[in-house]
């Protein structure tokens, strides 16, 4: 392991990271709103912090290890958050290190759960900011940093493997930089085409680039304490849906589709986006069949709460913590499944789950043909039994995680139900959950001891559990 490569590569990443806390500044210049001194001096402090850890480290690593990989990513999540959270305590915006840390880590793992109340109000840069943490975390700053750090001496592919999210198609290009920026390019511009859009539809100018950022991470933070239910539009409601969906799908899916002319059948001949759209679809008719013909809500409240909690964004726009239970359950299910594999959604991932569903097929079947050879496949593709046995651990690994987060955070005061759907939230980087974290309400009310509980779970999740927890197995350090 090369600690002076691992603290080389953090200390650019902080770097990048401080410069990002200027825009902020630039937005509260703008619009005259305040704080612009405060984020100038959190940028100063982390950009100086970065500098230092550059110098120390001396020259720049001429490659990077696995393991180093692995450390730098989970080190990154970790300091990042801690560092986010700067603007939060000095512009007095929370009153405790816990819920500024909570709210940056939140942010950064494009969770969506807040401590905050009367964001109407609130300064544009703590908006724009929290926004802007959403941004960076959706599709990773690692990769934003592997794709300039050729310019710096560093190769990035041990980075790209152990930052992308979940079992992912093979690499769109022969060098990692490049995939990055081709993944960076097609991220920005499905933001820019969602900000234009939601501007066309009646949104404010800045409340459209808040939005479009949070929406194509899958964060669901919003301007507004009521969420996207503060927009009584048809319109913005319908554009949010779409781009809810098409971030919830596998980026590198749609750098193929583009790259054979906007291919609709690329999309139909992906296996795991078929299933994703059947499973959708299949959600938001149970949900307005137990709300809609109910009296409950209306067809486009039942679509867009259910699109959001499948593709774990967060977003609201109706208080469906009153919903009939069974919707809950529905609610509590699409968590877990989440979005798509090398998509910036949370969850198990659609195409795992759908591994997991096949292998048992297949064990069933084999009670029946005993003799028989069959294999799992995801689409022509033929998987290997080795994979298989991956995600078992990792489904196993997850639910414990799950189990013992919801368990810590019961045994913190909270109530079963506020407990277990926290911690599903959080692990699943959706945001708002049930009972006292529902969309109407928010974090706040819960104890210190929770909130740091849910901040490991929100950092546990985005990492894949596996990152982390390889680095607590002895033998990750030894030579």
Partial sequence: MHI??????????VVLFALGMLFPAIISVYYSSG????????????????????????????QLSHKDGFL?????????????????????????????LFES?????????????????MPHSILFWRSMQEWLGGMG???????????????GMQLFRAETPGPVKDK????????AKVLWFIYVGMTVVTMVGLWFAGMGLFDALNHAMTTVAIGGFSTHDASIGYYDSVWIRGLIVVFMLLAGINFTLHFVALRKGFSISTYLRDDEFVTYVKWILTLVLLVS??????????????????????????????????????TSMLFLLAMFVGACAGSTGGGLKVVRVLLLFRQGMREIRRLIHPQGIIHVKIGEQRVVSSVVQALWGFFVLYMVCFAVI????????????????AAAACLTNTGPGFGAVGPASNYASLPDMAKAVLMFGMVLGRLEIFTFFVLMVPEFWRK
């Avoid at 002076?4 to 990443?13: A, K």
């Avoid at 704080?35 to 001429?62: C, D, I, Q, R, Y």
């Avoid at 700053?141 to 190769?155: H, K, T």
């Fill in 105 to 121: 880590t939140s942010g950064l793992t494009t969770t969506g759960a807040t401590i905050l109340v009367g964001l109407d109000d």
């Fill in 72 to 100: 730098v990513v989970a080190l990154a999540w970790v300091v990042l958050s801690m560092l986010g959270s700067i603007p939060f305590l000095t512009t007095g915006i929370c009153d405790s290190l816990v819920d500024a």
């Fill in 172 to 179: 769109l290009t022969a060098r990692v930089t490049e995939t």
């Fill in 35 to 62: 704080h612009a001194e405060e984020f100038v001096l959190a940028g100063l402090m982390t950009g100086m912090l970065g500098v230092l850890m550059v110098a120390w480290a001396g020259k720049s690593p001429k």
């Fill in 4 to 13: 002076r490569g691992v603290v080389w590569t953090l200390g650019i990443l």
């Fill in 406 to 421: 919801a368990t810590l955070v019961a045994m913190a005061g909270v109530d079963i139900t506020t407990s277990i759907s």
């Fill in 289 to 326: 069949f137990l709300t809609v013909l109910s009296g409950q809500s209306t067809w486009d409240e039942a679509i867009f709460n259910t699109v959001s909690i499948a593709t774990t964004t967060g977003f609201a726009v109706s208080d469906y913590n009153m919903w009939p239970p069974g």
């Fill in 141 to 155: 700053i690692i990769l934003l940093a592997v794709a300039v750090m050729p310019l710096l001496g560093v190769g």
